[in-house]
């Protein structure tokens, strides 16, 4: 019987097609970390995600809207604080969102993503966490929430942000009717009418249960001089605060606190509860 013999150290053919199938498999992704990144060749506004609607509007740098139902729509509200240099330090409190670095660039994820700044209109930078800072000499600041695939996060066609003035002027008043070319120039979601005044002032009626204020904060236009009274019902003692005019009211559980003001101040002041940071409400006084 004739033998074959192979050099010392060589692998025989049946081991080599082993050795190399095992160095393949963690190239193919097993058992490696999941990823959500588009596929090469496509951008990502085609990324896999198929959470909203994608529309054929564009914000100001050229990103599509993501349209989704303002019940499940993330919000995001900004306070910027001055900096000893001279700047602002921003400070972002989102709802129905989470901050999501790992995932930037993959598909657009429900309530997950990345929020950009724009100074004076022009984006400047991107946040992946509740703060961020501005330089000296921003008029106007802006934050808008993206989707981990960059598309803008989007309700009733406008994209979902909050604006805020840093040269002491009063911000934005409530958004306009989002025009389909193009994105909203203010907040997130569109607010219900404000009540009509009466002879005897503007009377609204809040309810706070857990953390959900109904209705839904929005914006209250009143004009200088105006009478109003704010009637709030809270599952929860806290206080009501009215900022820049300085008025409070304690507020018992299942009791209503009314508190009444006369606009007297222009400008745009929000209305607050004091233990649970809540915002109820914000005042426009022209």
Known sequence: ?????????????????VLVLAAAMPLAGCGGPATTHHKPGTTHEEASGSSGTLLPARDESGHRL????????????????????????????????RFTPDST???????????????????TARLYGAWGYVPPGVRTLTVRLHADDHTVWAVDGAPVQATV?????????????????????????????SPRPSETGRTVTLTITGKTVEPPPSRIELKK??????????????????????????????VPAT????????????VETHESGLLLTQLVVR
């Open 1 to 17: 019987m004739t033998r074959t013999r192979h050099p010392r150290g060589a692998a025989t053919p049946l081991v080599s097609l």
């Open 66 to 97: 993501r349209e989704v139902p303002a019940a499940t729509a993330p919000t995001v509200r900004v306070e910027a604080r001055p900096d000893t240099e001279g700047g602002w330090n921003v400070h972002l409190t989102v709802e129905r969102f």
């Open 105 to 123: 660039g993959g598909a657009a994820l429900p309530g997950r993503g990345h929020a950009r700044l724009l100074a004076d209109g022009r984006e």
């Open 165 to 193: 003035r840093l040269d002491g002027a009063p911000a934005t008043s409530a958004p306009p009717t989002p025009r389909p070319s193009g994105p909203a120039t203010t907040t997130a979601t569109a607010a219900p009418p």
């Open 225 to 254: 001089g105006e009478r109003l009274t704010l009637r709030v019902t809270g599952d929860r003692a806290d206080t009501v605060h009215v900022h820049g005019y300085d008025r409070e009211v304690p507020l018992s559980p299942g």
């Open 259 to 270: 508190l009444t003001l006369t606009a007297d101040r222009t400008g745009l002041f929000e």
